[in-house]
């Protein structure tokens, strides 16, 4: 990633960068995905499936839900706290 003035904040570390979902920036290694914020420190890192994330489009009420590998669902927030119901 690199800034408005042309600044590199990230080395090329990601296999994609899908661009700002409210005030993070949604990236992805390996297949999966997380988020970093805008100068490129990792604050959720790349551990969900990208086809997982409901919505991609933003967080409600600060939660993003997601699809945990043991095939439960559950919500993350803005700070990758995990949250989910038995």
Known sequence: MIN????????????NIHG????LVHVQLNGKSGFTNASGR????????????FPLD????GLVQVNFENGKFGYIDK???QFWED
Request: with cysteine; aromatic share 20%.
């Open 58 to 61: 933003g967080f409600i009420d």
């Open 42 to 53: 990792q604050i959720i890192s790349c551990l969900y499936d990208l086809d997982n994330w």
């Open 79 to 81: 700070n990758g706290a």
């Open 4 to 15: 408005k003035l042309g600044y590199q904040i990230t080395s090329f570390q990601y296999d």
């Open 20 to 23: 700002f979902v409210e005030d």
